[in-house]
């Protein structure tokens, strides 16, 4: 029994691969629905943007990549698809990072504008890409339009009959709420981008960094946090419970919904694994014993 | 200490210091800052000269914004919103006097606003469109290119229809003359009249945020604020960011001179794997008619190139190359996460309990505890320990490494430390 045992404590690596595989990999075609039970950081973040007046906007740093767009994917959609549907204006670029985070934020903002009937220019704007943070943190809070003299599409960000939405749009005193979105959001926003700390700020991270931002949340400096994909389902169960046929019926399996199956079942795969690892430590230390 | 290092010492003291001052360096000059409750104002009036000859005066109000052209990045000279105590005498500036949105006619067959009043052009004020096909025209070249000539302003806007709206501009305006006003202050329970001068800066004082800079006319009676001559340094923070971002465009521009002399003397000398150079070639091609094709509008042949390269290549070998990650935690986890101490088991199972309750599964398995133990579900477990515990350690943590970072900064600010390139010492 134990012998059997001791050879759990080295298992192949293939076999683990193969194994986290076929967990992963599954659920992209087996349709499985797993309930969330969505956590304050999340329903926090929820209730800022949801109470958010027609005249403020929402500014969203959005970094995220071909890298991360696992986790930050399906989180950047449920904002979008928060904000578009309550007609709520979005601000967006993206600072530092990978070139092509405004691209990849640009295709889920066309999308979900689409699916809405919004309008560049009017209910959002992407203002491209920019670099040198803190110091830019602090400008985008003062002056947002001298950080971005002109946006993706290259209108002149003053040029109010192109950008519409950008008239009385200053600084982080217009923002309702700055979401940084990305695998590991720069902590600086919190310092930098608006000194007397009264524009809420909000992260949506990988979930592997989460564990660095709950300082932040407990002091108050962040208003709320979406915690990887969990969090993303989270968002869009709290919008599903909110709004349910009007969001549903835009998108009846959002992103994040679908991309927390295969990490549940990875999660326990691994979980599994190192249970068996120990099994096997346990019974290799056995025999040993009982040999002496 | 050879030239080159004096140099880069020097630059990083300066800027450092910067970013001292910029935190030390009040927005205001103390000592002659005063501060009182507002009781009364006089806003300021500029005197301006047109270019047709005309004078016009404007009082800077609230529907007032001031402009000055700049170069724009495509070469266009473009208006850029100013202060109004930015604006100098002698200045060339376009002044924005009001916006309206256009109503019906009065009983004299005046123009109308929205809201009923009339609208009188003052002397050097002309309307100019707001969505026309340029907005840099007034409304009256803009009438001639629809064909609809008219003779004057006041014409103009008679034959406009309702519901319109309007810029009313002095544009390309000497400012002959600024006075700058005046505001009535109480200190100490007595009026004093502080005048403003070309360098005050007003500072609205708030109760539960940072003093912020206001213009005189969005002083309210009843206001505290502080007025004082500025410290030109703040001023400055904007064109700091600027050159920092223009900094950090170069190392990267400089990061891919650095890899084409690379790869190009790999080609020369044929070195091992040499035909690799021609991808990196290909791929900055590429990679540069993706990046200029983001620009277009969507539905455009470019665009639609750049999104192939970016959305369905980059895209898919990135998330690839990253999905790779989780095979090598199973398989790290596996290895590690073996108990051979009493800390090893607590890690563990903190490990298990936090990767559980953060998974549906969590609930899955403790749901059923509700009421009095509702607090021993999984995630509610799980949390406790990242928002108690685990939060506690990262604060801590983050202490440590904070005072290590300000220890260091200081020793490469007062140039102490040893920099890779700087020489053998």
Avoid at chain 1, 47 to 56: G, I, Q, T, Y
Avoid at chain 1, 58 to 72: K, Y
Avoid at chain 2, 57 to 84: C, H, I, M, N, W
Avoid at chain 2, 227 to 249: C, E, K
Wanted: glycine content about 10%; aromatic content about 10%; some cysteine.
């Amino acid at each position: 029994m134990w012998k059997l045992l001791a050879k759990l404590d080295k298992v192949d690596r293939k076999v683990i691969y193969l194994t986290l595989f076929i967990a992963a990999g599954l659920p992209f075609f087996v349709s499985i629905r797993i309930p969330v039970k969505p956590w304050k950081e999340t329903e926090a973040a929820f209730n800022l943007v949801d109470s958010c007046p027609e005249d403020k906007v929402v500014a969203i740093c959005s970094n995220w990549t071909a890298g991360s767009q696992g986790e930050n994917w399906g989180q950047y959609e449920a904002i979008v698809a928060h904000c578009m549907m309550k007609k709520i204006k979005l601000v967006v670029f993206s600072l530092d990072g990978d070139a092509i985070a405004p691209q990849m934020a640009e295709a889920v903002n066309e999308t979900q504008a689409r699916k809405y009937g919004r309008q560049y220019g009017v209910d959002w704007v992407n203002l491209g890409r920019t670099v040198g943070a803190p110091l830019t943190m602090a400008a985008i809070g003062r002056n947002l339009k001298s950080v971005f003299p002109r946006d993706l599409r290259g209108y002149a960000t003053n040029d109010s009959a192109k950008l519409p939405i950008l008239q009385g749009v200053n600084g982080c005193e217009d923002f309702q709420i700055l979401w940084a979105i990305e695998y590991q959001p720069n902590v600086d926003w919190m310092v930098w981008l608006d000194p007397s700390g009264t524009t809420p700020i909000a992260f949506a991270s990988a979930g592997i960094v989460t564990t660095s931002w709950y300082p932040y949340l407990s002091s108050g400096q962040m208003k709320g946090m979406m915690a990887g994909i969990r969090g993303a389902a989270e968002y869009e169960d709290l919008l599903r419970q909110k709004y349910g046929k009007r969001y549903l019926d835009s998108d009846p399996r959002p992103r994040g919904g679908r991309l927390l199956v295969p990490l549940a079942f990875g999660h326990l795969v691994i979980i599994a694994f190192i249970l068996i690892g120990n099994l096997g430590t346990l019974a290799v230390k056995r025999m040993k014993r009982s040999a002496q | 200490m050879n030239a080159r290092k004096r140099l880069i010492a020097f630059v990083t003291f300066i800027a450092g210091l910067y970013f001292v001052l910029e935190f030390i360096v009040p927005p205001t000059v103390p000592l002659v800052t005063v501060t009182g409750v507002a009781l009364s104002k006089r806003l300021p009036v500029f005197q301006l000269e047109t270019a047709s000859g005309q004078n016009a005066v404007v009082e800077a109000d609230p529907s007032v914004t001031f402009y000055v052209l700049r170069r724009s990045k495509s070469g266009t000279f473009e208006p850029k919103p100013q202060r109004s105590r930015e604006i100098q005498k002698g200045q060339i500036v376009t002044v924005r006097t009001r916006t309206v949105t256009l109503g019906g006619f009065g009983p004299n067959g005046e123009r109308l606003d929205s809201n009923g009043n009339p609208i009188v052009l003052r002397q050097g004020e002309v309307p100019y469109t707001t969505d026309g096909p340029d907005t840099s025209l007034p409304v009256w070249s803009f009438e001639k290119l629809m064909g609809r000539v008219g003779p004057d302003g006041e014409a103009i806007l008679a034959m406009l229809d309702e519901g319109e709206a309007i810029n009313i501009e002095i544009r390309d305006a000497k400012v002959a003359d600024v006075d700058r006003g005046q505001i009535v202050l109480k200190m100490n329970g007595e009026s004093r009249t502080v005048p403003i001068t070309d360098y005050s800066v007003i500072m609205l004082n708030k109760r539960r945020s940072q003093p912020e800079e206001v213009e005189m006319h969005s002083v309210q009676v009843g206001d505290t604020v502080s007025i004082g001559p500025n410290t030109w340094l703040r001023d400055q923070r904007d064109t700091a960011t600027q050159f920092y971002a223009v900094v950090g465009t170069l190392a990267l521009g400089m990061g891919l001179i650095s890899l084409g002399v690379v790869n190009i003397r790999k080609i020369k000398k044929r070195e091992s794997e040499w035909y690799t150079a021609f991808l990196f070639f290909g791929a900055i091609v590429i990679g540069v008619l993706a990046g200029l094709g983001k620009y277009e509008l969507t539905g455009t042949r470019s665009r639609a190139f750049s999104d192939i390269i970016v959305l369905q290549v980059i895209n898919a070998m990135g998330s690839s190359i990253f999905s790779l990650l989780a095979f090598y935690l199973a398989s790290a986890a596996y290895r590690a996460f073996r108990i051979r101490t009493a800390e090893a088991a607590l890690m563990m199972g903190t490990a298990l309990i936090v990767m559980l309750g953060q998974t549906p599964f969590g609930m899955y398995l403790t749901g059923w505890m509700i009421g009095t133990f509702e607090f021993l579900q999984l995630p509610n477990v799980a949390g406790w320990i990242l928002r108690t515990p685990s939060s506690a350690f990262v604060r801590a943590l983050q202490f440590g490494a904070m005072l290590g970072a300000i220890a260091t900064a200081l020793r490469y600010w007062l140039n102490l430390e040893r920099v890779a390139g700087m020489g053998d010492d």
